[in-house]
């Protein structure tokens, strides 16, 4: 979990193809799909419904034996979904990186959606939503972790790994 630009999905692609395990991002899913209203959705900073990211989860989640959710987990109604059994969240690692870090990242990459007010937007609700989110998962039982995500993406990783043995 992190603001767009946090190096969530780099982090947890690199974790899942060490541990095995499926990576699952929404956004991947999302812009994966052909169908045009969610084209046009993408280039807003407006969330997707709670249902429709729900069933994409429990869908892409069909026989993985262990996975790694990428931006699963954006609304308190979100958080709940991922607390029932055939989503099953147990551990969230909350990537943390300073405002102007995010914005300078983010439009580095380049996608045709990201501009400043659109990314500026994004994280101004992804901001609004991470308290709500955290305590949410918190009160169900989801342990949360807490990685500076600024530096290398190797720095991160080692960070990363740093955090995930200290609550093994």
């Given amino acids: 979990m992190g603001a767009p ?24 899913l999302l812009r994966a799909s052909s169908e045009p209203w969610i084209k046009e959705r993408l280039k807003t900073a407006e969330l997707f419904p709670d249902e429709m990211i729900h069933k994409l989860l429990v869908e892409a989640l069909e026989g993985a034996e262990g996975a790694i959710l ?42 045709e959606q990201d501009t400043v007010k659109i990314v ?9 939503m991470k308290s709500t989110v955290l305590a949410t998962l918190e009160r169900g039982g989801v342990k949360v972790l807490r990685v500076d995500g600024v530096g290398t993406p190797e720095e991160v990783q080692e960070r990363l790994r740093e955090v995930l043995k200290e609550e093994e």
């Fill in 5 to 28: 630009g946090s190096g969530k999905s780099t982090q947890g692609q690199m974790l899942a193809e060490d541990l095995g395990w499926k990576w699952i991002s929404t956004g991947e």
């Fill in 70 to 111: 990428d931006g699963a987990v954006r609304t308190k109604a979100q958080a709940l979904a991922a607390l029932s059994p055939e989503v099953g969240l147990d551990t969230v690692v909350l990537f943390e990186v300073p405002r102007e870090e995010l914005i300078r990242r983010v439009l580095e990459r380049g996608r």
């Fill in 120 to 128: 500026a937007q994004r994280i101004e609700e992804y901001d609004k």
